[in-house]
């Protein structure tokens, strides 16, 4: 079975920053592996472990940049990857779920995986929708918020976390496509030994023509039109004394405001 995980590389802003035009400007970021998709690189990873996957093959959409992010995907145990971009993707500022679900589907389509992790949700733009978008191009079951997988022949059993901390356990015949909640598993550290590995696997570049596509792929209805940062406000009030002191003058305030019984 060949298991395929979508990963992406995102940025955190420093604490103190500048906005340059539409964006942070790039001194103030550090890149990072998205933090949903480090569970389901692990998961991914597990099931190999596990003799469930014979191939484990990560897909990131991103510049040059990323290979460093994608090469600890790589330290933890994927067995290669590919990175999907060119000047047109490059050129086409902010990728929306469609957009990213049509390249996605396009890698899909020549790797013929059985199984699709995804992370839930990207905390940059935090899209998520990609990999249920994805499923319903390329005709997979899917499952959504997985936070309990457990494989038997070619049955995904899964727990999903619904809304109001109700779970559901559901079944779902592969091929499908999973999204991987947080807390479904223990991430690893890569290995000093994992490291060094992952100098010598494979990141294979794919542009929108190896992959049978053209620059109209990457046209979107969706532009960025401003960055910045909201102005907060504030009208907390700080009592000052000893505790019986605030609480008496706590439950003044509230008793203005009409809080608590008379």
Known sequence: MKVLVTVKEVAE???DFE???LDIAPEYLEYDL???DEYAVEAAVQLGEDGHADEVVSVTIGPERTEETIRMALAKGVDRAIRVWDDDIGGAGLLDVETKAEL???????EDPDLVLTGVQANDDGFGATGVTLAERIG???AAVVN????EDAVAKV?????GGVEEHTEV???AVLTIQTGINEPRYASLRGIRQAQSKEIAHQTLADLGLDASTVESPIGMTAMYEPETESDATIFEGDAEETAVKLASVLREKGVGAE
């Open 13 to 15: 802003a420093a604490d």
């Open 19 to 21: 906005i340059d035009g």
């Open 34 to 36: 998205n933090e949903w």
């Open 104 to 110: 996605l589907e396009a890698v899909v389509a020549e």
């Open 140 to 142: 997979f079951e899917w």
């Open 148 to 151: 309990d997988l457990e494989l």
């Open 159 to 163: 727990h999903r976390e619904l809304e």
């Open 173 to 175: 015949d592969l091929p």
